[in-house]
């Protein structure tokens, strides 16, 4: 399976309960990190190390094993002037047959739409399966969006429950409470600690 964030901790709440559930099956898991997420608090030095070791953690904490990470280094909220390097980046990572598991292509966020969009595009020129998560959706869209969309829901245990939260924990730079961050309100948090993940299908 290959698993396309644009941002790190994205890939985590999205998909973090799916990606354990899998690397659990003893089947692995390549995560794409597209960008290392340094825009999202300006005032912060060194953010995107900060962030890539975070998001480092947060996979173990998923899977032990089975889990491997590849960084694209694209500029934090530029990735649409990119678009030929994540193409061919993702064409270099993906196998015939491989699950494809990319951000929602209207998802409301300049790199979820244009990181959404190309793993569309691919996925029907070459014939993967692609399930897309919604991040910002969830905080912004209209549910009437949706009602000709088909959904998939996957449920997850008590064991993928609690590796999903103490991942979602190791993103320390998005969680402090003296950071005000007008980008990801906390309550969106919620959202990502529910006993399933809903992928567009
Ligand atoms: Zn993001």
């Not at 990606?19 to 099956?25: L, N, Q, R, S």
């Not at 912060?44 to 975070?54: C, K, M, Q, T, V």
């Not at 020129?125 to 959706?137: C, D, H």
């Not at 969006?145 to 993928?160: I, N, R, T």
Request: net charge negative.
């Amino acid at each position: 399976m290959l698993v396309v964030a644009p941002h790190p901790d994205d890939e985590i709440m999205g998909a973090g309960g799916l990606i354990h559930t899998w690397a659990g099956m003893g089947r692995s898991v390549t995560v794409l990190s597209v960008t290392d997420g340094e825009a999202a608090l300006p005032v912060r030095e060194n953010l995107d190390l900060i962030r890539r070791d975070e998001l480092k953690e947060a996979l173990r904490k998923l899977s032990a094993t089975h889990v491997s990470v590849v960084r694209l280094g694209l500029p934090d909220g530029r990735v649409a002037d990119f678009q030929r390097k994540l193409r061919s980046a993702i064409l270099s990572l993906i196998e015939p047959g491989m699950t494809m598991i990319s951000p929602y292509e209207r998802d409301g966020h300049p790199d979820h739409d244009v990181v959404g969009s190309i793993c569309c595009e691919i996925a029907r020129t070459q014939g993967n399966p692609l399930a897309r998560y919604p991040i910002w959706t969830w905080h912004r869209a209209d549910p009437a969006e949706f009602l000709e969309v088909s959904w998939g829901k996957f449920p997850l245990d008590s064991e993928a429950r609690r590796a999903k939260t103490h991942a979602l924990q190791c993103f320390v730079s998005r969680r402090q409470p003296d950071l005000h961050d007008p980008v990801a309100p906390h309550h969106m948090w919620n959202y990502f600690q529910r006993s399933y993940e809903a992928f567009l299908l």
